[in-house]
DNA sequence: CAGTTACGCTACGACTCGTAGCGAAAGCAG
DNA sequence: CTGCTTTCGCTACGAGTCGTAGCGTAACTG
């Protein structure tokens, strides 16, 4: 992130951290308040208590502020060891659905998401910023139930199932919240874990 | 769709099919062109040749409209008998890819989307026109499986694993082609179809 | 024919956009 | 402390979009 610093500069009145921070957040309330379309940056700049010009002179329009304001939410995601693969897979999807369930994330992410179709720059971004970001957990999830022998070794080295698995966990949980707009309750994690590992298990044995 | 028309009145001029027709093809031809934030209802009415006031008089605003202008699209999804559960699942899934490889559906999905997310009446208008059209094709590929002995009889009467597979597929589709935008042929497609269908056949004998 | 509704066109105030110019503030090197 | 540099808040601006209103005309019905 913060690639909209351009040059930091040796000398000269160094830019306010601090205006960074409220202007994020104002953004993200402003998500809340208004969702994607309804949103100006004049507003923004006014809620985090600085000037217009401010806001253009570090990002370059309301797509590129939204994806920065988006992509903090997505840092809290954690995977503490539970003990097995499908309590890891679970928590996860749960928090992911937790963090989804903010209006902030919703609007903004699938706003983002559909400015991206038409402008590589962005899509770039998003992907830098939150997308291959969490797909770590992936990774340590995978890592850490192979440690425990709950599945085979990776037969693949170009890691192509965990892009798979990273599809479809975050493509599922976001159409059932965002889309069926149905409840992702610890019931439904399970189910869907289940059916999920199943298949994983399976795969290894074709 | 069409809840746009009030009450169609049996006296008075008639409103021109044509020219429905004609915007919701502009709609898409704009969406193609300048993307969702920069489509305006003006430039939508000069492209099908309407005066703006009659878009207005049709619908309620961008949102509405474009989601009739994209829902559109998915009424060509099809579900042949390809003789195995696993064919009828790839095939579904590779024209669901060939319509998201559309610029018109791409953006205009995932930006009323985005929208819906702060106005539960656009949601519940995606849900009829869009999502709920479409899941039709699951029961579908269910029943045609049970009948050649390739699912046990579901054991689900309030059909929530039609609804878990609907999120799966639906959402693991978008999730490529739109957020790791790589390619979704027909390698990917086995893969994940092989993936799902372990899934399913095993979550019948726990 | 009269009655009713849709249509195209024009005009409007309100708002947002992104940029430019200005003087003041906040750092740093000497 | 004194220049030097960059950022800051503020104001103002033309351009573009919004959604609506008003008007005369077109299309269809009984």
């Known amino acids: 992130m913060q690639s909209r610093t351009p040059v930091p500069r040796a000398t000269g009145r160094p830019r306010s951290a601090a205006a960074d921070a409220a202007i994020l957040a104002a953004t993200r309330e402003a998500l809340v308040e208004l969702g994607w379309s309804k949103l100006t940056l004049g507003d923004v700049a006014t809620r985090a208590g600085v000037a217009k010009t401010t806001l253009y002179r570090r990002w370059a329009g309301k797509n590129e502020l939204v994806v920065d304001a988006v992509a903090e939410l997505f840092d809290e995601l954690r995977m503490p060891d539970r003990g097995s693969l499908a309590a890891d897979i679970e928590g996860v999807v749960l928090q992911f659905a937790a963090i989804l369930a903010r209006p902030e994330a919703r609007s903004g992410l ?3 998401i559909a400015e991206s179709t038409r ?85 290894a044995a074709p």
Do not use: N
């Open 119 to 203: 402008d590589d720059a962005l899509r770039e971004r998003i992907r830098e910023s939150i997308v291959d970001r969490q797909k770590r957990l992936v990774h340590q999830g995978r890592t850490r139930a192979q440690q425990r022998g709950e599945l085979p070794a990776d037969p693949d080295p170009t890691s192509r199932t965990a892009d798979l698995i990273f599809d479809i966990v975050a493509g599922t949980v976001v159409h059932r919240t965002l889309v069926s707009a149905e409840p992702t309750d610890e019931e439904w994690a399970r189910a869907f874990t289940s059916l999920l590992l199943l298949g994983l298990r399976g795969s």
């Open 110 to 112: 699938m706003a983002v």
